[in-house]
């Protein structure tokens, strides 16, 4: 790996971003692979016509037929570089990343200083049971899963110095730091969890679900927001978003027209 020699704007990451955003836009028009801008990328389209200004990351989702596909077929095309838990035995997180190597970055992480590349989330969007005992039970399901994926790599994947967690979070990773949970193992934890996410298509559902995009049981949403999908200006360039971003963006994030306090802008990434 290249070395870093200092730390890039916030600008220049998102230019590099945003070259990146096309070249997946291509690939996915080439395979006839449906995806969509979302998150932080939709409500800066919507907000700001591009790039929210202290964000420093895009996200991009698909529901999980189309994303299936992106993964086998972006690892034969060479087209983008790809990263997942299956691909990379070092790589602890559910969702994958395409990413640019060209560029390195400098990231502090949890009191550490390592080298990355400007990179996209790519989001998969799966079903929920239509019965409301069946998504309560499906949801605790997942909930446990990803408690158990965060404390088997609580020092690698967990945010540690985040502010304002709630105390039971604050003691288990007090515990966790102690090495209670190495019995754990991330990469077994990941895929169980991939297993319970696909137990209800997407075709079949009301609701849908993104559940390892942080957010999770809020992130149990109606079908109807989504598909078809319409275009955005993102950066002077139109890329596919939600039908219904007014829907989708309250869901998020209640009033998100309205900017938050200064004090609570920055990155995501701690970039």
């Not at 220049?12 to 990328?41: P, R, V, W």
């Not at 304002?164 to 969890?193: C, D, S, V």
């Not at 319970?196 to 679900?209: A, G, M, Q, T």
Request: hydrophobic share 35%; net charge positive.
């Amino acid at each position: 790996m290249k070395k870093a020699t200092k730390q890039s704007t916030l600008r220049e990451i998102q230019l590099a971003e945003l070259e990146l955003l096309k070249k997946l836009d291509a690939f996915c028009k080439k395979n006839k692979i449906k995806y969509f801008i979302s998150y932080g990328t939709l409500l800066g389209a919507v907000r700001h016509k591009g790039f929210i200004p202290w964000d420093d990351d895009i996200d991009v989702s698909m529901m999980r037929k189309d994303f299936d596909r992106f993964c086998e077929l972006v690892q034969k095309d060479k087209t983008l570089k790809f990263q997942s838990f299956e691909t990379d035995k070092d790589y602890l997180f559910y969702v994958p990343i395409v990413y640019d190597e060209s560029i390195d970055l400098i990231r502090n992480f949890n009191g550490k200083d390592e080298v990355i590349h400007p990179w996209i989330d790519i989001f998969p969007y799966d079903g929920m049971p239509k019965n409301k005992f069946a998504k309560k039970m499906h949801a605790a399901n997942m909930m446990r899963r990803l408690i158990q994926i965060n404390l088997s790599g609580i020092d690698k994947i967990v945010k540690l110095n985040k502010k304002n967690r709630p105390f039971h979070e604050r003691a288990l990773i007090a515990l966790g730091k102690t090495g209670a949970f190495k019995i754990l193992n991330t990469k077994k934890q990941l895929y169980k969890m991939d297993k319970i996410l696909r137990k209800y298509p997407v075709e079949d559902s009301d609701d849908i679900v993104c559940f390892m995009a942080g957010g999770k049981t809020k992130e149990i949403m109606p079908k109807k927001y989504f598909e078809p999908f319409k275009s955005y200006k993102f950066e002077g360039v139109s890329f596919p978003g939600v039908n219904d971003f007014d829907g989708y963006l309250k869901h998020q994030y209640g009033d998100y027209m309205t900017p938050p306090p200064e004090a609570e802008r920055g990155s995501n990434h701690g970039l």
